[in-house]
């Protein structure tokens, strides 16, 4: 799918510095959008024992995902909850699906298929989100993604998070790149948007790793990407370890540097969804300087400013 045909002008035309998600989605859809995160109670193979056990090394779905911080709901509630909230905060009326927290690819068709379709069948809701691992879309859920394409807009966000497997197995992934290699491959063709889930600042990758990472999102071709620094939550083992100073975790200028580096090395058409990540602070570790995301979207901006830079523009 070419995304940025649907632009009526370019990012570069309007000013912006890279090529923001919220700025695609008001272009595509003539309004402001907003994601709702829905919990269809999923778990992960490296949870329940099938790959690994005990969950990537940093994860506590709670911490990233507000709906698996509330009571338990079916999917048509959640997007009525959500879309209350959300209508409250912003000048807001339609709406993408995001299901969130664990892996939601990983069950049967027979399972996923009911959830989607409650998803897309809410009036305000104009497309969907996949959140998933790249080693469980098994061909026949692949074929399922690809009918809901058809139907509606759809994303599906890959978990790739580095292409170095001592990082992924230092974080407990339960597998390796070539996994992340295997689905996007798979997913191409099907009509939906293939994004993909990077941090930066995992412990023992270099400055030059980092960048092999961006080189290799920039091969692989595909339409977006999600990028985050690592931070700590409480109750997992990253929390033992940064606790232990086992881990180090980014300052914020060493990250933005890095940040602004990895975007010059994204080709221009690629769809950036996220440049920081963050956590309620009754779960958060650190650093603390995500916690004041408004500052650091500024500080991104400015960098990109002082440098003359923007996405792409080593390509």
Avoid at 168 to 191: K, P
Avoid at 235 to 263: C, H, P, W
Avoid at 279 to 294: H, I, N, R, T, Y
Avoid at 297 to 311: F, G, K, M, P, S
Wanted: aromatic share 10%; proline share 3%.
């Amino acid at each position: 799918m070419d995304l940025s045909s649907a632009a009526k002008i370019t990012w570069r035309e309007a000013g912006l510095r890279y090529y923001a998600y919220s700025w695609y989605l008001r272009q595509r859809f003539g309004e402001r959008i907003q994601k709702i995160s829905l919990d269809a109670k999923f778990t992960c193979p490296n949870v329940d024992g099938t790959v690994a056990k005990g969950g990537c090394t940093f994860c506590d779905n709670r911490s990233f995902s507000p709906s698996r911080r509330e009571p338990i709901r079916d999917i048509t509630d959640q997007l009525a909850n959500g879309i209350m909230r959300l209508k409250r905060r912003y000048k807001v009326d339609r709406f993408i699906a995001y299901f969130q927290p664990a892996t939601n690819t990983y069950a049967s068709v027979d399972r996923l298929r009911p959830l989607y379709e409650q998803a897309i069948d809410h009036e305000k809701v104009v497309g969907l989100s996949i959140g998933t691992r790249p080693d469980c879309v098994a061909d026949d859920v692949m074929d399922l993604l690809e009918e809901f394409a058809g139907r509606t807009f759809m994303s599906v966000e890959y978990g790739m998070q580095t292409i170095h497997n001592k990082s992924l197995d230092w974080m407990n992934r339960g597998h390796h790149h070539d996994a992340t290699v295997d689905a996007i491959e798979r997913s191409r063709g099907r009509g939906f948007e293939i994004c993909l889930h990077v941090i930066l600042g995992l412990p023992g990758e270099s400055h030059e790793e980092m960048m092999a990472t961006a080189a290799e999102v920039a091969r692989l071709d595909v339409d977006s990407v999600k990028i985050h620094n690592l931070y700590c939550v409480k109750n997992t083992k990253l929390a033992d370890q940064v606790a232990s100073g086992e881990v180090t975790l980014m300052e914020r200028q060493e990250y933005i540097t890095t940040l602004v580096d990895f975007l010059e090395r994204i080709p221009e058409n690629v769809l950036v969804e996220r440049t920081i990540g963050d956590a309620p602070p009754q779960f958060f570790v650190g650093p603390s300087w995500c916690l004041d995301k408004s500052a650091v979207l500024r500080a991104i901006d400015d960098e990109l400013v002082r440098r003359d830079t923007w996405q792409g523009k080593f390509l």
